[in-house]
């Protein structure tokens, strides 16, 4: 009796001290602002996966899809301010905050999602911007090239004539080179606009066709390769620093991976989103000619011209930052 009296007891020690362990670990909020089938959220879940996996339950992640915890327009500032912890930003909702990160939004004709974001996450890490500097950055990557989505289809240039397009950043810019009417707005707004007929498509990667559905009433897709879009995921600064030694080596080394995954899940989800498109509303997909892709490609050159005046505004190495780019760019698409 004695003996199970010590045992008991033992064990009800033990379960406490577990108890109070766990309860020593940290639970993190991560905000996401599109829903939850969309890759930036995908890409959150696998990242909430991997961590808690890797520290062995030390942190536990709670994830926020949907703009249910912060919106695209106040996740950075409410990331700062630890509304959240954790939360992903599309950097193009935010004119001029980003000076270094935004050339990755000029037109130099990415064509693959996983390069672009490898070359991201290296000019992040060379040049460490001070845009980032009141806050952890936990990875980034980009969407892929992006196309137009239209209700009407776009079989040449000249169709775009007044055409209101939904887009943000640099490609605003261009569409109004072309013609077209942009409209700059978040993603997540964006089946609204569409559905009350604000704008009559969109400028994104066709990923988009599948998760939010735009397939059923955007019929017509035309190739443009135009730019794509930069997110970084960055955490509370004083959070991150409350983490131990080793969670925090556990999200370090998980950085570049992550960008990685993120940009090769991508790739290969463009491909099924379209075929998935193609099956279920026969989507048509228009190709311009080689006259009509170089009238794009020179329409972006005064935008380089315009970064670069605005980085060197911000004191930074333009040319630099620009030849970085474009050899990390020929390096991995090697
Ligand atoms: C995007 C943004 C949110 C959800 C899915 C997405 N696929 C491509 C993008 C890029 C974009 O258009 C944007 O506004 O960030």
Known sequence: MRKLTTL???????TCLMAASALAGTTLTYANFP??????????EQWKAEVEKRTNGDIAVQTFPGSTLLNPKNMFRGVQTGQADIGCISTAYYPGVFPLISVVNLP???????????????????????????????TMFTSAPSQIMSKTPVKQLGDLNGME??????????????????????????????????????????????????????????????PVYP??????????????????????????????????????HI???????????????????????ATIKELGTPLVDQWKAEAVKAGLDADAILADMLALKAKYEA
């Open 231 to 268: 997110f970084a995921i960055i955490m509370n600064k004083a959070r991150w620093e409350a983490l131990s030694p080793e969670s925090k080596k556990v999200i370090d080394d998980l950085a570049l991976e992550q960008a990685v995954w993120t940009g090769k899940y991508l790739d290969k």
């Open 8 to 14: 008991l007891a033992a064990s009800l020690a033990l």
């Open 165 to 226: 397009l939904r887009a943000s950043g640099s490609i605003l810019q261009i569409l109004s080179g072309l013609g077209a009417q942009g409209v700059g707005m978040p993603m997540s707004q964006t089946p609204e606009a569409l559905q009350k007929g604000v704008v009559k498509g969109l400028v994104s990667s066709f990923d988009v066709l599948m998760d939010f559905n735009f397939a059923e009433s955007c019929r017509h897709e035309t190739i443009t390769n135009l």
């Open 35 to 44: 829903p939850a089938k969309t890759f930036p959220c995908v890409q959150m």
């Open 108 to 138: 130099v004709a990415f064509t693959s999602t996983e390069v672009a974001s490898r070359v991201m996450w290296d000019l992040f890490q060379k040049y460490q911007p001070k845009e980032f500097a009141d806050v952890k950055v936990i």
């Open 271 to 293: 491909d099924d989103s379209l075929n998935w498109s193609k099956e279920k509303y026969q989507v048509e997909v228009h190709e311009l000619t080689a006259a009509e892709h």
